[in-house]
């Protein structure tokens, strides 16, 4: 009797194992920039890029295999309670040496008492590649900050880079197209926006669904990243 493997199958373990080989090569490279750090080795900075697009390609991997566990309809979500200033200043200590290595500043802005009920590992994927995508447009802040606005929870990402492109800019009322052509000049694939808009809209309370807001700040014009939780 003959028995075929599903080739998304075979993909997906084959992004799982190669996902777990990226994070023993991020580990180690974490490793050699601490001691090339306190050798006061000068190329440690290049090191900071490597580890940079290492992340870059690592979560994109792990957007991959949550779209392919959606699909299969194996993606689970778990709900518990959180404090936010900790997981923001968590969300700095992966970071802020990288954002430092380029002359950015990672700031947190946060009530203390400020708690949410969501997916942590979900919202910490989301969080982590909008701030891992600041290292290449910032110029010199990026702030995360959250708070209570109409019912929901707010995390926001907020830098002073050049901002959005206007067909990336959307809100709650804005239904996004995540079936345009991939940009091969700019390597943006949409993959990171869908898998936001996802992780949010997987987030409910009674009648209310999470949702993103892309926009760019009036004044400085830098990019402005919101995830509402409700």
């Given at each position: 009797m003959e028995s075929k493997m599903n080739f998304s199958d075979i993909l997906a373990s084959t992004l799982h194992?190669?996902?777990?080989?990226?994070?023993?090569l991020f580990n180690n490279l974490e490793d050699i920039i601490a001691r090339c750090h306190d050798k006061n080795c000068a190329e440690h900075v290049e090191f900071y890029h490597?580890?940079?697009?290492?992340?870059?390609?690592?979560?994109?991997?792990?957007?991959?295999?949550?779209?392919?566990?959606?699909e299969k309809s194996q993606l689970t979500i778990n709900i518990d309670?959180?404090?936010?200033?900790?997981v923001l200043e968590e969300a700095v200590v992966q970071h802020d040496m990288l954002l430092k290595s380029r002359g950015i500043k990672l700031t947190t802005r946060c009530d203390p008492e400020l708690f949410g009920v969501f997916d942590l590992n979900l919202i910490?994927?989301?969080l982590d590649n909008i701030i891992n995508n600041s290292f290449r447009y910032a110029k010199e802040n990026v702030e995360i900050?959250?708070?209570?606005?109409?019912?929901?929870?707010?995390?926001?990402?907020?830098?002073?880079?050049?901002?959005?492109?206007?067909?990336?800019?959307?809100?709650?009322?804005?239904?996004?197209?995540?079936?345009?052509?991939?940009?091969?000049?700019?390597?943006?694939?949409?993959?990171g926006l869908y898998f936001s808009f996802?992780?949010?809209?997987?987030?409910?309370?009674?009648?209310?669904?999470?949702?993103?807001?892309?926009?760019?700040?009036?004044?400085?014009?830098?990019?402005?990243f919101s995830i509402y939780l409700p």
């Open positions: 194992d190669t996902k777990n080989s990226l994070g023993v490597l580890q940079y697009e290492i992340k870059r390609l690592n979560h994109s991997l792990i957007r991959l295999l949550s779209l392919y566990k959606a309670y959180h404090s936010i200033r900790d910490m994927g989301v900050s959250a708070f209570k606005e109409n019912g929901y929870l707010v995390m926001r990402v907020e830098d002073d880079g050049t901002g959005y492109p206007a067909a990336m800019l959307f809100n709650k009322d804005t239904i996004p197209e995540f079936n345009r052509e991939i940009d091969f000049e700019t390597g943006n694939t949409g993959l996802m992780v949010a809209a997987m987030h409910k309370n009674k009648e209310k669904s999470g949702f993103i807001s892309i926009t760019n700040d009036e004044k400085s014009g830098g990019g402005v």
